[in-house]
């Protein structure tokens, strides 16, 4: 059973920096990808935000977020980070850790998620 917990959200101002954490657990997480999706509000559609893929660590990115955040992984301690520099508001959602096998596609498990929010 995949377990996956977020933490590092908060409050944080316009500019500023926040790094998130995906705890993995339950199995090898070898052959799949990771991902990052938000919510900005209940009812919205889950956008994607970043993914990486657990063996080469291979990246992708939402074009609203290129150039901000950086996804990575620590396979030593089963986890995957966001690191978001220059906020904004916009940036403000309940973030989602996403964990899915390359092969064969499925929607994979989700963590319970981390509010972020972006002060003006």
């Known amino acids: 059973q995949v377990q996956l917990v977020e933490s590092g959200g908060g409050l944080v101002q316009a500019g500023g920096s926040l790094r998130l954490s995906c705890a993995a657990s339950?199995?090898?997480?070898?052959?799949?990808?990771m991902k990052w999706f938000r919510q900005a509000a209940p009812g919205k559609e889950r956008e994607f935000v970043a993914r990486i893929t657990w063996n080469s660590g291979s990246t992708r990115y939402a074009n609203s977020v290129k150039g901000r955040f950086t996804i990575s992984r620590d396979n030593a301690k089963s986890t995957v980070y966001l690191q978001m520099n220059s906020l904004k508001p916009e940036d403000t959602a309940v973030y989602y850790c996403?964990?899915?096998?390359?092969?064969?596609?499925?929607?994979?498990?989700w963590g319970q998620g981390t509010q972020v929010t972006v002060s003006s």
């Open positions: 339950g199995r090898s997480f070898s052959g799949y990808v």
């Open positions: 996403n964990a899915a096998p390359i092969l064969p596609p499925s929607e994979g498990s």
